[in-house]
Structure formats: structure tokens, C-alpha cells
Nanobody, 116 residues
């Protein structure tokens, strides 16, 4: 079984920064793609950022230039550095991993609340 555990969420003021972490553990796997998604109350879950096994990154337009996704493969951890946070970034943030065998795993989420 594979587990994804997010951490680092919290309540911050607009303009602040937070760094989310996603620790991946469990049986041996080969990650193909790892990413962050978010879901605000009353809205559908949306994609935020992705990092591939080769290190390529992509971002949603709404976070481009403010958020940075990275990974530490030795620690099996994925990060999301969030700068210049806005109230509209308020959401539960979820980590996702798709393996080379196309197994799809999600974490339980961590709450980010940005006050104006």
C-alpha cells in the first residue's frame, strides 16, 4: 500500500508564504507524475501543479509565477512553495501520485486559509 501525507497548511495573511510537503511512503513504486490539486468550498477540485519523474514542471495559470513545485527523491517528498498568497488560494490542498503502472494515489489534504 502507498500512503501520501500532506503537511504545512495553515492560516496566513495575504501576501504571505507557505510550503506544503507531501511525504510518500509504502511499498516500492516508481513515480511517473506527482502533483498538487486544491478544492475550495463549493467548488470542484482543480489542478495546481505537476512535476514529472524527469523533473519537468507545469502550473495552472492562476498560480504561475507564485507557486513552485519540487521534489526530493531521496526523501520521497514533494513540495509546493507558495508565495504571494491571495484569499482566492484558500482551499484544501491535495497531493497526487501516478505511478508508471498507472496506479493513482491521493493524500488526505491539508487546509490553507488566506485572510485578506
Amino acid at each position: 500500500q502507498v500512503q501520501l501525507e500532506e503537511s504545512g497548511g495553515g492560516l496566513v495573511q495575504a501576501g504571505s508564504s507557505l510550503r506544503l510537503s507531501c511525504a510518500i511512503s509504502g511499498r516500492t513504486f516508481t513515480a511517473y507524475r506527482r502533483g498538487w490539486y486544491r478544492q475550495a468550498p463549493g467548488k470542484q477540485r482543480e489542478w495546481v501543479a505537476t512535476i514529472t519523474s524527469g523533473g519537468s514542471t507545469n502550473y495552472a495559470d492562476s498560480v504561475k509565477g507564485r507557486f513552485t513545485i519540487s521534489s526530493d527523491n531521496a526523501k520521497n517528498t514533494v513540495y509546493l512553495q507558495m508565495n504571494s498568497l491571495k484569499p482566492e488560494d484558500t482551499a484544501a490542498y491535495y497531493c497526487r501520485m501516478i505511478t508508471r503502472a498507472r496506479h493513482d494515489y491521493w493524500g488526505q489534504g491539508t487546509q490553507v486559509t488566506v485572510s485578506s
